[in-house]
């Protein structure tokens, strides 16, 4: 229980093109989903938090004009990255969360699980 | 907000040794505390973790502790094998509401196990 997915696992576009990243728990609903970038060698840095429906948070410094962040259900939330640029080539994650009631028994309230990730490359 | 620091940020050694990482936070609020092991090119993996309602909690090989006095919590592997091998990474969230759940994560350790 409580995988998440995410697609494309590997991307390659031009520059000035928009990349949308999906992420999906296959079974089970999350009312909370985040969205990290990680730089090789570095740690995993949280861009945004989103919640279904309502609009996401971003952490400071993260352009929600370029990184546009949707939360229409409580299987899937999207990533877009607007005019992508060579410097937002870089390893994209996802994690979902859901409260205990949710799955009592099975999932703790905190902890968050992973996407495979995206390997986001801008040439 | 949050900060953790992580040590050390490489860690190298012999099988069978003890691996121990140690991080601090410095949110006192922080209640939710994950270790993960990530490999190359794949997702975070989650290990062990410990709530602040407790000091130690172990499974096997892998064992945690936890000083929220001192605010700080390690990260214990023994009798190491190769395949230990990976970027360990801490974390610390407040938990409790959607927003409170949000991880900082430390900056990794790279832990190589010679065989």
């Known amino acids: 229980g409580a995988v998440v997915s995410q697609h494309p696992s590997w991307v390659i576009c031009k520059s000035g093109t928009s990349v949308k990243i999906e992420c999906r728990s296959l079974d089970f609903q999350a009312t909370t989903m985040f969205w990290y970038r990680q730089f090789p060698k570095q740690s995993l840095m949280l861009m945004a938090t989103s919640n279904e429906g309502s609009k996401a948070t971003y952490e400071q410094g993260v352009e929600k004009d370029k990184f546009l962040i949707n939360h229409a259900s409580l299987t899937l939330s999207t990533l877009t990255v607007t005019s992508a640029h060579p410097e937002d080539s870089s390893f994209y994650i996802c994690s979902a969360t859901t409260p205990l009631s949710g799955l009592a028994g099975q999932v703790s309230y905190n902890e968050q699980f992973f996407g495979p990730g995206t390997r986001l490359t801008v040439l | 907000g949050e900060n953790v620091e992580q040590h050390p940020s490489t860690l190298s050694v012999q099988e069978g040794d003890s691996a121990v990482i140690k991080c601090t936070y410095s949110d006192s609020a922080s209640n939710y505390f994950p270790w993960y092991k990530q490999e190359l090119g794949k997702r975070p993996q989650l290990i062990i973790d410990?709530?602040?309602?407790?000091g130690e909690k172990k499974d096997q090989r892998i064992a945690v502790t936890l000083n929220k006095t001192a605010k700080h919590f390690s990260l214990h592997i023994t009798e190491t094998q190769p395949e230990d091998s990976a970027v360990y990474f801490c974390a610390a969230s407040r938990g409790g509401g959607t927003s409170g759940s949000r991880l900082t994560f430390g900056e990794g350790t790279q832990l190589t196990v010679n065989p």
């Open positions: 410990i709530r602040s309602n407790v």
